[in-house]
């Protein structure tokens, strides 16, 4: 599902920056790209530690 936000974010943005220069535009697909990831990163982190603590209660 992230991966795929990704390609409806990324076409998006080389829209709305279509007038900047090509480079810019490349900067800003790379940092969209690495907030998508580390949020996806982010939530897998965050259901581990809820599995782990889940079927673990001494782990607390």
Known sequence: MIAGLTW???PA???IFEDVNSE???EIMKET???VW???AL???RKL???LGKN???AA
């Open 8 to 10: 409806v974010v990324l």
């Open 13 to 15: 943005l080389m829209i």
């Open 24 to 26: 810019a535009t490349i």
């Open 33 to 35: 790209i690495n907030l």
């Open 38 to 40: 580390a949020s996806a």
């Open 43 to 45: 939530l897998g982190a």
């Open 49 to 51: 530690a809820g599995a």
């Open 56 to 58: 673990n209660p001494d």
